[in-house]
């Protein structure tokens, strides 16, 4: 089995798998009834990406394990999803300072797998990339919209916009870790997006009257399996149905 | 009191005497040759608040009926199943918002209808206070809820008011995609494990009833079911759309392999049709009356969630407000 791959694209689906989870979340709570429709369809697109993405990485490990195998019976320190994704959001600020962060840093990555000056470039995770780009230009566009609306808004709103923001921020550093040499030029190397991100998302930020933060970043870890505490309990929630009626088709 | 979404139960259609009077004469002639009634025509008074109360319900049971499928998005059993559940209670959040359009073209405003809503002076389908307890609900509430909804709204797609019809057109055919997912679920579970296939007879157990109760109280007792039949509004009477659903519905649940929870059903070769047992409506008068199992929960859960979005609402239009200003001062 080619382990690099299959750990790198596990991530990737984790990732999206994860976000997608908590945006369900969102769906009959959302501040307005358009807004209910559009988290929907942004977490509906997450979970498009997943299925795709964990039905490859279940190819690459060729032992048979199909996308609700790995979505459904791994427990959390087998998920490689980073931290970001995995906190709870607890106000909408939160939900938006957390898509406009991961959606820009998934529309760098996704663009460079399909397109980036690769040598070798792995076609399956481009063609899967090509198709998500799309996707998530629009998740950075609806981002983009409502952090300027709140950054920009109300007294209230700035300030729970910023406080958001604040609580995002340490986690970015997680995205962009060390390319394993072996996917050298066969996939996006995510260390090499950081400064390309950050800037686009400080654009953002400045334009909704905002502060960039400037904190430590938090503890790493999700890549390899060490998460917050927070996953096991979406994981639960998640997995219980499926693992209660063992070998079951649904 | 509401019965099905897309059905009207209601009292309160007093005249509105600083309207002008229409021109009633024109008006029966419009609805004698099937015309449309578009949002400019006249209309009588009591015609514009019947439909305004009737697609608000509408569009609130669609609003409200996210809540008990929604509740089961984060445990689906398997990725597909959630990506279809969270489409469906996409498909019904659009619902609702074109329904609130179409209710704006007879002159509210959405937010009103929405606080109406909130404050417990408009209703929606009783049939959402009951609770989903299993994935088969899921199941059981696309075959027997949907099911019922496109018998009852198929018709409106004739309705003599226009939007109401063409945005019926749209949600009818979205809907009937709803049932065929809720029929493969339980098809699915039906020829599982015995544990999958107890848990659907359960839950269309449970949903039978409440789903033929959705279709409203007897005709004999639907007093304002004449005059809404008259205006064009309603096309049959909730004893001939319930018999159409039975109809419908029992050679399906012999297809799923389950069982009704009827003993007297049985094919009619005199009527026809299928006959059925009797409802116990004192149920439903409970559920509507604010008895059911999930009353309180469903009304906390949508007014917990627009408290708690007041302030991104207030600062979108701060933010809207500070661009127009902005715009008018460059020019």
């Known amino acids: ?250 | 009191m509401e019965g099905v979404y897309g059905n009207d139960f209601g009292t309160d259609q007093q005249p509105d005497p600083d309207r002008a009077a229409p021109d009633e004469a024109a008006f029966a002639a419009l609805l004698a040759g099937e015309g449309r009634v578009e949002p400019r025509d006249d209309m009588p008074e009591a015609y514009r608040k019947t439909l305004i109360r009737q697609i608000a319900q509408h569009a609130h049971s669609e609003i409200i009926g996210m809540q008990p499928e929604g509740n089961w998005i984060s445990r689906a059993p398997s990725l597909r199943r959630k990506a279809i559940l969270m489409a469906k209670v996409q498909d019904e959040a659009g619902h609702g918002l074109y329904l609130y359009a179409a209710a704006e073209t007879l002159g509210v405003d959405r937010a009103d209808l929405v606080d109406q809503l909130h404050s417990g002076r408009q209703k929606y389908s009783s049939i959402f206070n009951y609770p989903t307890l299993t994935w088969a609900d899921v199941g059981a509430i696309g075959w027997l809820v949907d099911g019922a909804a496109i018998t009852n709204q198929v018709p409106l797609c004739r309705c003599s008011y226009g939007p109401y019809a063409r945005a019926m057109v749209r949600v009818c055919k979205e809907e009937s995609f709803h049932q065929r997912q809720g029929f493969e679920i339980l098809y699915t579970l039906s020829h599982g494990t015995p544990e999958q296939k107890a848990m659907a007879q359960d839950a269309v157990n449970r949903y039978w009833w409440p789903s033929l109760m959705m279709f409203g109280p007897p005709d004999d007792d639907s007093p304002n079911s004449a005059r809404s039949m008259a205006w064009g509004i309603k096309r049959f009477s909730n004893d001939d759309l319930r018999q159409r659903f039975v109809d419908m519905t029992v050679p399906q649940s012999e297809a799923l392999g389950l069982g009704l929870p009827d003993p007297e059903i049985r094919w009619n070769d005199e009527r026809g049709h299928y006959d059925y047992g009797e409802i116990d409506f004192t149920e439903l008068f409970e559920v509507i009356k604010g008895n059911g199992p999930c009353n309180a929960e469903r009304m906390a859960h949508k007014r917990r969630a627009y408290d708690e979005g007041a302030w991104v609402r207030t600062a979108a239009e701060a933010y809207a407000a500070k661009r127009a200003r902005a715009t008018e001062s460059v020019a």
């Open chain 1, 1 to 250: 089995m080619d382990t690099a791959l299959f750990e790198y694209t596990g991530g990737l689906a984790d990732d999206a798998l994860v976000s997608a989870q908590r945006m369900g979340w969102w769906i009959s709570r959302a501040p307005e009834l358009e807004e209910d429709v559009a988290l929907a369809n942004i977490g509906l697109d997450q979970l498009g990406q997943a299925r795709n993405l964990l039905t490859y990485a279940g190819e690459i490990e060729g032992e048979g394990r199909s996308e609700d195998d790995l979505a459904y019976l791994r427990d959390e320190r087998y998920f490689r999803n980073v931290k970001l994704v995995e906190r709870p959001m607890t106000d909408f600020g939160v939900a938006m300072a957390r898509l406009l962060t991961f959606a820009t840093y998934q529309l760098h990555l996704y663009r460079t797998l399909a397109t980036g000056d690769l040598g070798e470039r792995d076609e399956t995770l481009a063609a899967i990339a090509a198709k998500a780009v799309k996707e998530v230009a629009y998740h950075v566009d609806h981002a983009t919209h409502w952090v300027l609306r709140l950054g920009d808004g109300t007294e209230e709103s700035h300030t729970r916009m910023q406080s958001a923001l604040d609580a995002e921020w340490p986690y970015l550093e997680e995205l962009f870790g060390p390319l394993d040499p072996v996917l050298t030029g066969r996939v996006a190397d995510r260390s090499a997006l950081r400064d390309a991100v950050l800037s686009d998302v400080r654009r953002v930020v400045t334009e909704a009257t905002l502060s960039v933060p400037e904190v430590p970043p938090a503890l790493g870890g999700g890549r390899d399996g060490l998460h917050t505490e927070h996953l096991g309990y979406l994981l639960a929630e998640m997995q219980h149905l499926h693992r209660s009626h063992p070998g079951a088709k649904w």
